[in-house]
């Protein structure tokens, strides 16, 4: 009992800190160069955040990028054709694109796995070549000249203007810190008791009365809407967006940086992997051309023998060794063509 | 008249390079059970390998497709050594391997800008001129990619129908544990079957050469195209791929001369009325990919 109450006391004062240590990194990153990066990250790990909310009720999705760009294009065209606030764009992205998600769960969620995945990833392409055939969307080459975020003027206090870098990153964090606050409510709620259960084994969920549908639903829209909130703020602070931008590729770039943190840690996981593949190309710039083949060899190289990703290095149950076991185990089992070598 | 037939012809010749395509990611898809998205490297692989042969050491085409093919061969039965023999039986086997050919597909891509080159390329016709019947213009290229992925396609059928190790390519697809209690080496099929299919995919590209061009991206570019297609046949039938492949490349030559662009809109449309029908697409049995 007391265990469990320091537990959830350190994972409460660990929240606190990172919050601390995050609001103060434009006072130590001065380079706008590092704080676009910064903000970069913060957006790929919230979508790869959603990624997880969906794949914890075992749906595998290959549209998130729809639903981001649902959301851009939400709040750039409110913005830009009929000259309403950013204020008002970002929440319109959100709620369009969860309607959107609504409207189409009973279309999707019909059969679950497969067919998900596969109508999925139809609605990414027709989002491309729709928004690619629309002149009032404007064609392939996109929107450009998105007005930024509109200046906040609170009684007693300068204005903020949206000028800089600096802004945007505490506007991204809070963004952040709301969607990972919404995020454990719903988890810690009878709603995510119900999610966990589907992921485990959605039949067994069934026969104990839990309408995996609806509950499969209630994620789907959540994470959609979290797309399009976190999609209307990417497209007013980039100031372009094009539907190539928002095409199959970054889907899956999405699942990579949740599966390279650890899809097991749902906030934790997506942050570190985003971070980790937006800088480590940064870093090895030296190597300009390799960048590329570096990183995928070790993508590779991680889902052979860190299959959960990084952080299950400081999972409890995990043995000491067993990623050197594997290593001997595949080096010995590569070159060989025995049937008796297959590991289920 | 003479319209819809050079459109039927048009339409034929880019659906049959279609068809290659997607029965190479047919038989990946149904015997391996894995979604492989490094696949579209592979078409550029071979169709740069060809311009390779032809362009810088001189080899006759046919010579130089062989070369590709053969290397595209290797480089499919390598990655499942290497990498796919270790994951595709485990849990979460989807992630594992979307994640896994994603970084293939970044190695290859790259790889491949730095031994090609960046720029557009394209090899001299194999053969020149035209020839006229029933109101056609038919270019003589083009009947020789009709004839040669008419040719290809046949082999590939006869090959999964009737040799031992397409026998043992249907069996394992139905089930690798009872393939296996055969006495079928699943091992080996699975090592052939990721080699064919992507000896296929670079057999597209080596017959695309001649006659349609070639650049560093297009496998990266036709890629989700593939899996939409093989969609409608289904994902798990070699015969679904052949009616996917055709369909839609006379779907695609018939629209882009009614309604220009729009068609992929038209395309897509259908595509997800048909999967919303029919999840496992028009002939498919329905896979087991590890979704859930």
Known sequence: ?344 | MDIYGQLFFNGLAIGLVYVMLCSGMVLIQSVNQIIFIAFGQFYTIGAFLTWIGVDKLNFPYFAALAFGVAISFILGALTYLLILRHIQFKQGKFLATLIASTGLMLVLQQGSLLVFGTLPQSIPPIFKGTLNFWGITANIDKMTVIAMGIIITLFLFFFYEKSRIGRGMRATSFSPEIAEMHGINTNLIFLVTLGVGTAMAGVAGGIIAPTYGIDPQMGASVVWTIMAMTMVGGPDSLLGALAGGLIVGQILSFGQFYIGGMVQVVLFVIIAIILFFKPNGLLGRGIDIGVE
């Open chain 1, 1 to 344: 009992m007391l265990a469990n109450k320091l537990s959830h006391n350190i994972k409460t004062i660990s929240f606190f800190v990172t919050i601390l240590i995050l609001a103060i990194v434009p006072i130590i990153v001065k380079s706008p160069y590092y704080l676009d990066l910064i903000i970069v990250t913060i957006v790929y790990a919230v979508m790869a955040m959603t990624f997880i909310i969906l794949l914890k009720t075992g749906l595998v999705s290959l549209g998130l990028a729809v639903f981001w760009g649902l959301g851009a294009y939400t709040s750039a065209i409110l913005v830009m054709k009929l000259g309403l606030s950013f204020w008002i764009g970002l929440p319109a992205g959100a709620i369009v694109a969860g309607l959107f998600a609504f409207v189409l769960s009973p279309f999707l969620l019909k059969s679950g796995g497969i067919t998900f995945l596969l109508l999925n990833a139809v609605l990414g392409l027709l989002f491309i070549v729709i928004i690619g055939n629309s002149t009032f969307l404007g064609m392939y080459t996109g929107i450009n000249n998105i007005p930024e975020v509109d200046p906040i003027k609170l009684p007693f206090l300068p204005v903020i203007e949206f000028v800089s870098k600096i802004p945007y990153y505490y506007l991204g964090l809070i963004l952040l810190i709301v969607i990972v606050l919404v995020v454990s409510a719903f988890n810690a709620t009878k709603i995510g008791k119900a999610w966990t259960a589907i992921g485990l084994k959605p039949r067994l969920a069934e026969s104990i009365g839990i309408n995996v549908y609806r509950y499969r639903m209630y994620a789907f829209v959540l994470a959609s809407a979290i797309a399009g909130l976190i999609g209307a703020f990417w497209a007013h602070y980039e100031g372009f967006i094009q539907p190539n931008g928002f095409n199959m590729w970054m889907t899956n770039y999405f699942q990579l940086y949740a599966i390279l943190g650890g899809i097991g840690h749902g906030i934790a996981g997506p942050l570190l992997g985003a971070a980790i593949m937006k800088f480590f190309p940064e870093m090895i710039r030296f190597t300009q051309q390799l960048g590329n083949i570096i990183t995928g060899v070790l993508l590779i190289l991680l889902i052979l023998f860190l299959p959960r990703g990084i952080l299950s290095l400081f999972d409890k149950k995990r043995k000491f060794g067993e990623g050197f076991i594997f290593i001997r185990n595949w080096a010995k089992s590569s070159f060989t063509i025995n049937r008796k070598e297959v590991k289920k």
